[in-house]
């Protein structure tokens, strides 16, 4: 590394989390800072790391939770944020400090200090690193934390945290230092004046750092491709008919999705495995992804996702008294346990108190107050009322033919706005797993209630239906017509889809079987009781999972 006084210096490097952008309409989460020179390797045991106590009533949203990891269960060990920011200005002292973004943490931390009376002005002088890269970097699509952290070879973990952060931006300093160096900027001084000047505009091209030689010669053919960054962490995986169109799709458009922009900022390489067909990348890329778990990609990955095998189902409805029938394997059982108990509620109208908030839960009326036994009662009757149902021994059935009818209603008005099953970009969600957490709260009637309760019918039994599905592709012989006028054939492994891993590889097949069926490719599948489904038989099974 270059000499000079930004090479040797000690400086402050510090990130915080928050409930909000503002501290208007939010408060501390987390602060972290480590004093470090540019020269140090990054070392996780040199930053302070707390969390802040939040003010009384105030609770962390749950849309921070998925981004941070913090839980509220967490905060026990939180420290009143008055004392973290002192003792960080402490630490501070009147060393230069760095932030990535620096706006951001100078908006809290500013707020902390004057929220204290001071006398003085704010006592930190904070360089923004990000600032730097758009001077050293103009053509590099994005210069946000993650982004720039990867394009120089530092792999972030996907939570945001301040430590992890703090780590993130020592490392990009010290890249940065040289970079500046280059320019004949080795002193504060001489920092200062270089970004008092304006930033410089962007060109008409991206520069990136995959080499436009490597993308074009790619296989112009089916397979998959990974997104590679400089510290040899694969990024991103996905599937083609053209490797090479696809990669260089990335690359054509300036107005692309964000995710897709820190994607080409940080890929040094891609990597491609050719398949015979496009059916065969999909599967491949369903595989690649459990086993490499990129960051980028958000379906398919292992994560969190709630899973249960057929066995474990057919518990939960016993235990719930339902008449599942077959049993099969489900993504979200808590959903589908929270359906067996409401039907088994509609039989009897007696529920303890735990099942009443499962299935008050489960209808999202949580946000709504706590559970009320009889507007849940009024709402049942309600929805019953209207399919002509009366609690008996076929009720279930009754309900899962609604769910039924419900789901094909679902399907045709897809296909008539156009929309395709896809589950390379994004996370496949089921009917009603819309969010809802801007909503605000909501009067409780029994109207609602059964509106509620005729979409958990329908997310549960296209779950059901979907297990019920896949379980009988195992074993499956698969065959389509090719492309180039012949026929490609495969078998399945015959294991049932009782683990998320084959689920999720029998759920693509079943998407990309939809496909075939779309463009004409005549699939056949001949399950392995010898039952043959083709044309229209095959299109309608597909439409129903």
């Not at 908006?107 to 929220?115: A, G, T």
Request: net charge negative; hydrophobic share 40%; proline share 6%.
């Amino acid at each position: 590394m270059a000499g000079g006084e930004l090479t040797t210096a000690r400086v402050l490097i510090t990130d915080c989390q928050t409930t909000g952008p503002t501290p208007e309409n939010g408060c501390l989460l987390e602060a972290a800072w480590a004093v470090v020179r540019a020269v140090d390797v990054p070392d996780a045991a040199g930053v302070l790391a707390h969390l802040a106590a939040l003010p009384d009533g105030e609770e962390i949203p749950a849309r921070i939770s998925r981004l941070t990891g913090i839980t509220m269960e967490m905060m026990d060990a939180a420290r009143p944020a008055g004392d973290i920011w002192q003792e960080l200005q402490a630490a501070a002292g009147k060393k230069r400090c760095l932030a990535h973004f620096a706006g951001f943490e100078e908006r809290f931390y500013r707020h902390l200090y004057f929220s204290a009376a001071p006398s003085g002005a704010f006592p930190l002088a904070i360089v923004c690193t990000h600032d730097i890269a758009c001077r050293l970097l103009p053509d590099l699509p994005r210069r946000g934390l993650r982004a720039l952290a990867g394009y120089f070879g530092h792999a972030l973990p996907e939570m945001k945290r301040a430590a992890d952060h703090v780590l993130a931006t020592h490392f990009i300093w010290a890249r940065l230092v040289e970079l500046l160096a280059e320019q004949g900027v080795t002193t504060f001084t001489g920092l200062d004046a270089f970004l008092e000047a304006p930033a410089p505009k962007r060109g008409k091209r991206f520069v990136t750092p995959l080499p436009r030689e490597e993308r074009l010669g790619l296989h112009d053919g089916p397979g998959i491709y990974r997104f590679v960054n400089a510290a040899g962490r694969v990024i991103y995986v996905g599937k083609a008919t053209s490797i090479r169109d696809r990669v260089n799709s990335y690359y054509r458009k300036r107005k692309k999705a964000e995710k897709e922009l820190e994607i080409v900022s940080q890929a040094a390489r891609v990597e491609t495995v050719v398949t015979e067909t496009s059916l065969e990348a999909a599967l491949l890329e369903a595989s690649e992804i459990k086993r490499l778990d990129p960051p980028y990609n958000t379906a398919l990955r292992e994560r969190a996702r709630p899973f249960a095998g057929a066995a474990t189902v057919a518990q939960l409805a016993a235990a719930a008294g339902y008449p599942l029938g077959r049993p099969s394997a489900v993504l979200d059982p808590a959903l589908v346990d929270s359906w067996f108990s409401l039907v088994g509620h509609m039989e009897t109208w007696d529920s303890d108190e735990d099942t009443l908030a499962r299935i008050w839960s489960a209808l999202r009326l949580d946000r709504c107050g706590v559970p009320d036994a009889g507007l849940l009662d009024e709402g049942a009757i309600f929805y019953l009322a209207e399919l002509g149902l009366e609690p008996g021994d076929q009720l279930a059935i009754g309900l899962k033919k609604e769910g039924l009818e419900r789901w094909r209603e679902v399907q045709e008005l897809k296909r008539m706005a156009g929309v395709e099953d896809e589950l390379e970009e994004e996370e496949e969600e089921e009917p009603g797993d819309e969010d809802g957490e801007d909503e605000g709260e909501e009067e409780v009637t029994p109207e609602l209630v059964a509106d509620k309760i005729l979409v958990l019918n329908l997310s549960s039994s296209v779950l059901l239906r979907r297990g019920r599905w896949l379980a009988l592709l195992a074993g499956a012989e698969v065959g389509w017509a090719r492309k180039d006028g012949g026929r490609r054939q495969v078998t399945l492994p015959a294991e049932p889809p009782d683990t998320l891993e084959r689920y999720d590889f029998l759920r693509v097949l079943t998407t990309e079987l939809r496909r075939l069926v779309r463009d004409g490719r005549n699939p056949v599948v001949r399950l392995k009781r010898g039952r043959i489904l083709t044309g229209d038989r095959l299109a309608r099974i597909l439409d129903l999972v």
